[in-house]
């Protein structure tokens, strides 16, 4: 194509690209990077380690402040290949080079975030320093903790929506049957949805898929004898409404985490909504027990002036078993 809008261009060849004009685009953008962190007094990170699609293990660091003009700013310095062990001595030795290698001092760092991982806080004890506890995964253990202390009926409730969902995936008469009684009762022709059980948010959009195609369910699961067991009752549907209440409110606490500047100011209107959507007796409950367990010390550190002690990873052993 672009031989023939201009026989005279060369194309540049992959090495040029890889080893020059990528490398120089890098350099580029570091020495701004760099230079913009000349100017900040203090400044926070985030890490995480991560694995490609070709199972290659990485370890990442970005690095927040608030500049001059007062904006909260982010840059993520590096992605880097990081074969070694995952171990909390090689993961601190990496991050010290890390900022080292962007001339950043370690005593302008105010504060790390990580995940809940043993080696996480053993890289904070050994480096020394401050770490707070990302509020997605300690949201996630507590939502996982609160259905595990209702167990008994919310197991059940959830168990009659995988078989539901598990006879229509298996069957293209189902299917067909399930889609004409959606036109007939002017419902969203949408498909049921599977969940992982070890991904409390896939179990939130079951349970929600399951709620509102309730009465196209109801009419395709009623002509056929073998299968009618599979209607919930109404004290299903009332356990599996609460549910989906207090999983729907928490939903959203997760997907404002997304957002390249969630700040732990955040939290709090998060959790303030989810409170205010549980009318009913289960619904409170399961909300208390998140509440309580873990998402009450995020929205307690923005009502604090920041320091030192604050932040300490010295849970309770409660804390420390449940994010074991």
């Given at each position: 194509?672009?031989h023939?809008?201009d026989?005279?261009?060369q194309?540049?060849?992959?090495?040029?690209?890889?080893q020059?004009?990528?490398?120089?685009?890098?350099?580029?953008?570091?020495?701004?990077v760099q230079k913009?962190?000349?100017?900040?007094?203090?400044f926070?990170?985030?890490?995480?380690?991560?694995?490609?699609?070709?199972s290659e293990?990485?370890?990442?660091?970005?690095?927040?402040?608030?500049?001059e003009?007062?904006?909260?700013?982010?840059?993520?310095l590096?992605?880097?290949?990081?074969?070694?062990?995952?171990?909390g001595?090689n993961?601190?030795?990496?991050?010290r080079?890390a900022l080292?290698?962007?001339?950043?001092?370690?005593?302008?760092?105010?504060?790390i975030?990580?995940?809940?991982?043993?080696?996480?806080?053993k890289?904070?004890?050994?480096?020394?320093?401050t770490?707070?506890?990302?509020?997605?995964?300690?949201?996630h253990?507590?939502i996982?903790?609160?259905l595990?202390?209702?167990?008994?009926?919310i197991?059940?409730?959830?168990?009659?929506?995988?078989?539901?969902v598990?006879?229509?995936?298996h069957?293209?008469?189902?299917?067909?049957?399930?889609?004409?009684a959606?036109r007939?009762?002017?419902?969203?022709e949408?498909?049921?949805?599977?969940?992982?059980?070890t991904?409390?948010?896939s179990?939130?959009?079951?349970?929600g898929r399951?709620?509102?195609?309730?009465?196209?369910?109801?009419k395709?699961?009623?002509?056929d004898?073998?299968?009618r067991?599979?209607?919930?009752?109404?004290?299903?549907l009332e356990?599996?409404?609460s549910?989906?209440?207090?999983?729907?409110?928490?939903?959203?606490?997760?997907r404002h985490?997304?957002?390249?500047?969630?700040t732990?100011?955040?939290?709090?209107?998060c959790?303030s909504?989810?409170?205010?959507?549980?009318p009913?007796?289960?619904?409170?409950?399961?909300?208390?027990v998140v509440?309580?367990?873990?998402a009450?010390?995020?929205?307690?550190?923005?009502?604090?002036?920041?320091?030192t002690?604050?932040?300490?990873?010295?849970?309770?052993?409660?804390?420390?078993?449940?994010?074991?």
């Amino acid at each position: 194509m672009i031989h023939t809008l201009d026989k005279r261009y060369q194309l540049p060849s992959r090495n040029y690209f890889s080893q020059i004009a990528i490398p120089k685009l890098y350099n580029s953008c570091r020495d701004e990077v760099q230079k913009e962190m000349a100017t900040v007094t203090f400044f926070s990170t985030t890490m995480d380690l991560w694995s490609s699609r070709t199972s290659e293990p990485y370890i990442s660091l970005t690095v927040h402040f608030v500049d001059e003009e007062f904006e909260l700013k982010s840059h993520c310095l590096q992605t880097s290949y990081f074969p070694a062990d995952h171990t909390g001595e090689n993961i601190a030795l990496g991050l010290r080079e890390a900022l080292a290698a962007w001339d950043l001092c370690e005593e302008r760092q105010v504060a790390i975030t990580t995940d809940n991982g043993t080696n996480m806080v053993k890289v904070v004890e050994l480096n020394q320093w401050t770490r707070i506890q990302c509020f997605g995964p300690r949201l996630h253990l507590a939502i996982e903790n609160a259905l595990k202390k209702n167990a008994q009926c919310i197991n059940r409730a959830t168990g009659i929506c995988r078989k539901i969902v598990g006879h229509f995936s298996h069957s293209w008469k189902k299917r067909v049957a399930l889609r004409e009684a959606q036109r007939e009762l002017n419902l969203p022709e949408h498909a049921m949805v599977t969940d992982c059980t070890t991904r409390w948010g896939s179990t939130q959009k079951m349970i929600g898929r399951v709620l509102e195609q309730q009465s196209a369910l109801s009419k395709v699961l009623c002509t056929d004898r073998k299968v009618r067991h599979l209607l919930p009752s109404w004290q299903d549907l009332e356990v599996l409404e609460s549910v989906n209440r207090v999983l729907k409110s928490h939903a959203l606490a997760v997907r404002h985490t997304q957002f390249n500047q969630f700040t732990r100011s955040h939290a709090t209107p998060c959790i303030s909504h989810a409170e205010k959507a549980m009318p009913t007796k289960l619904s409170c409950k399961l909300y208390n027990v998140v509440y309580e367990a873990h998402a009450h010390k995020v929205c307690t550190h923005t009502h604090r002036t920041f320091d030192t002690s604050s932040c300490d990873d010295d849970d309770s052993e409660e804390d420390q078993e449940r994010d074991e």
